[in-house]
């Protein structure tokens, strides 16, 4: 009969033989997958365990070593880029998003009939914009020509003049155009 140790002597261990595992060629990918299975199953039963959050609000508690290390590291990387908490972050009304500018210097039509060449219309300096705000839902058109000249039916080698009008300074046009919808 074995005695039990005394107070100043150490308790003999029991030898534990550990099962020596098989070492085929799958055995890595199937001990991978054994052990990603025991980890989910692990990690639904202890979310089972831990109690819901409530959703009834509660008071504030005490900010932690970490979550104030945390929030120092937030407004470092929000003074960095330039970011403002609690700041709108919408655009203003006034805000184009997409702008199309369209310019031609001269644009000639003619007018031909059975018999030959009527007329030949020349405008100069045409001009449009179309711009988007997307925060009003706003469309604006400003379209102008700045210049035209008309001709008709030649008599001999010179050409007859029926209407001009040319730009006597810069910014005066023949005609100005501006459609909006849903102006600021």
């Not at 261990?13 to 199953?41: C, D, I, L, M, Y």
């Not at 290390?69 to 919408?90: C, D, L, M, P, R």
């Not at 711009?131 to 008709?152: I, K």
Request: include cysteine; proline fraction near 7%.
């Amino acid at each position: 009969m074995a005695t039990p140790p005394s107070a100043g002597e150490a308790a003999p261990r029991k030898k534990v033989k550990e099962k020596k595992e098989k070492k085929g060629f799958f055995s890595r990918w199937t001990k991978k997958k054994e052990k990603q299975q025991e980890s989910v199953a692990g990690a639904a039963a202890s979310d089972a365990a831990t109690p819901a959050p409530s959703t009834t609000p509660s008071a504030p508690s005490a900010p932690s070593g970490s979550s104030l290390q945390e929030e120092k590291e937030k407004q470092a990387f929000y003074n960095e880029i330039g970011y403002v908490e609690g700041q709108s972050t919408e655009l203003p009304k006034e805000y184009v998003a997409h702008e199309v500018n369209l310019n031609l210097k001269t644009v000639t039509v003619e007018l031909a009939g059975k018999k030959g060449k009527l007329g030949l219309l020349t405008t100069k300096n045409v001009g449009a914009t179309v711009c988007h705000r997307p925060t009003s839902e706003g469309v604006s058109v400003v379209a102008s020509v700045g210049g035209m000249v008309m001709t008709g039916v030649p008599r001999g080698d010179t050409p007859t003049t029926m209407l001009s009008y040319k730009e006597q300074e810069e910014g005066a046009h023949l005609v100005d155009f501006r459609f909006e919808l849903n102006p600021v």
